[in-house]
């Protein structure tokens, strides 16, 4: 596939400073080997995430002069509501400042303690705010999504038949809502099929269930189906989003990924009582109803971007880059997750580095070295993010999936930063045994990647071993 040039042309520029190895050696250590505690512009490439950073456009820039800052019924909040009934189909849209806050609006007022949720896979804000309800979060991906190796169109798929099997063995009081995120981030930000959609919605029907989406890559999860579903071909962008949309009761939302935006999101659902009695806890503890924790500002910039992500050239340069980084390092032989997501290259650490147990912090150490020895930050989804200890036998639980995510933001980097960062990589991968594992010195009891402090395995060597790669 030849990767489409960029749909856009440059007219604002941020300098990217060059920091010395030594520096960032310095400075990652400091940061107890926790990428989070670098300082940003010590970075060259900032493939962290791509959630909140995204370039917005000069509409978008100019929507923000147009901010209404009354405390109550803001023009931009009608355009953010027309917008998400336009392009979600829910009736209620409440205003969030991110993904994780509608989560927990949704989650402290339908989950109960004992309570189950499905999901295709969640994430980990989202299992996070599930289990902070006393709830369990139950990840049934179909088995292909769970092998990197594998190819298939639709790996992010929810499977029915284990759905059906969880609801009969739980019985549906225990099962508030099921889940589905699209595009499937923690298993390497793979589409969910229409077809797929349609089946988890008879079987949520069969039980009286409902369907929620998670929706924070909702548009490059339906480029996907127009590439590759049968019947969609010739449809619009928006048309497929209504049709997947249509299926489900309502939606969580970071804005800060296919909103295009650096901030915001939403919950969108046709439950009138479920949306008063959120809104009713968006009052308490984000503001008030026609805001929920954003300016008016921010609403008019979710509105434009929501529509501009629609755009079916900025969604083939968006994939294709992604495809592009992908491409690069399959064809040097790095062991990637297959097929490339909408918005991050996965790199598959068990294959890129066999030798190293998942009790060393692979992914991790895969990370450090990036960042000291060629200023890029990506982030670790694997033993760092998910490992835990099983809470009846002690023992540690690792995930399946061992895995580093390069997550490319949104109209930012140009396509020879991708080539730099391909042949970063790639150079890394000729030699992996120079990396060496990692264990944790200090760890927060949730979401503990944000805060862990490491050090290399080897105590007496630590150092050395760093200074020598
Ligand atoms: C990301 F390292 N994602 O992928 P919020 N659902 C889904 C997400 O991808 C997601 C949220 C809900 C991020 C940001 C991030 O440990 C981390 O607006 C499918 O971030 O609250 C966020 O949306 C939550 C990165 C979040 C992390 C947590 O990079």
Not at 311 to 317: G, K, M, S, V
Request: proline fraction near 5%.
């Amino acid at each position: 596939m030849r990767l489409p040039a960029e749909p856009f042309r440059i007219k604002v520029v941020e300098p990217l400073r060059r920091v010395s190895r030594a520096e960032r050696e310095r400075l990652i250590l400091e940061a107890g080997l926790n990428i989070f505690a670098v300082p940003a512009d010590s970075i060259y490439v900032d493939l962290l995430t791509d959630s909140g950073t995204s370039a917005m456009s000069d509409r978008q820039w100019a929507g923000l002069m147009l901010g209404d800052e009354s405390y109550a019924g803001s023009r931009n909040f009608f355009h953010f509501q027309d917008t998400i009934r336009e392009i979600f189909g829910y009736r209620h849209v409440i205003p969030t400042h991110q993904g994780r806050m509608a989560e927990n609006l949704l989650f402290s007022t339908v989950v109960k303690p004992g309570d189950v949720v499905p999901n295709n896979i969640h994430f980990d804000t989202t299992r996070a705010n599930v289990e902070h309800q006393n709830a369990e979060a139950v990840d049934l991906v179909i088995d292909e999504g769970l092998d990197p190796a594998t190819l298939h169109d639709f790996k992010g798929n929810l499977d029915p038949r284990k759905l059906g099997a969880l609801l009969k063995e739980r019985g549906r009081d225990k099962v508030p809502l099921v889940m589905i995120t699209v595009t499937n981030n923690s298993g390497g930000g793979q589409p969910v099929s229409i077809a797929n959609v349609r089946a988890v919605r008879e079987v949520c029907d069969r039980h009286g269930v409902p369907l929620f989406f998670d929706a924070c890559r909702f548009a490059e999860n339906c480029w996907f189906i127009k590439q590759r579903e049968p019947g969609w071909a010739d449809r619009s962008i928006p048309e497929i989003a209504r049709e997947l949309f249509s299926y489900g009761d309502g939606c969580t939302m970071s804005a800060k990924k296919d909103g295009l935006v650096n901030i915001g999101g939403f919950l969108a659902l046709n439950n009138q009582e479920w949306a008063e009695r959120i809104t009713n806890l968006l009052i308490l503890v984000e503001g008030f109803s026609t805001y929920g924790g954003l300016a008016g500002r921010d609403l008019e910039a979710i509105s434009i971007g929501l529509r501009e992500v629609l755009d079916e050239d900025y969604l083939a340069f968006r994939t294709g880059q992604v495809q592009h980084l992908g491409e690069l390092l399959e064809d040097a032989g790095v062991p990637i997750v297959k097929p490339v997501g909408g918005h991050a290259v996965y790199l598959d650490v068990r294959r890129f580095m066999p030798h190293m147990p998942q009790s060393q912090y692979p992914g991790q150490a895969l990370v450090v070295a990036l960042y000291r020895d060629y200023g890029i930050r990506a982030v670790e989804v694997g033993s760092l993010m998910f490992g835990h200890r099983d809470p009846e036998s002690g023992e540690m639980v690792y995930p399946k999936l061992e895995l580093v995510r390069l997550a490319v933001p949104r109209r930012v980097y140009t396509t020879e930063h991708m080539r730099y960062v391909a042949e970063s990589v790639i150079e890394l991968h000729r030699s992996p045994e120079r990396i060496r594992g990692l264990r944790i010195t200090h760890e927060a009891p949730t979401l503990r990647h944000y805060t862990a402090r490491l050090e290399v395995l080897d105590a007496a060597g630590a150092r050395t071993a760093l200074q020598r790669a």
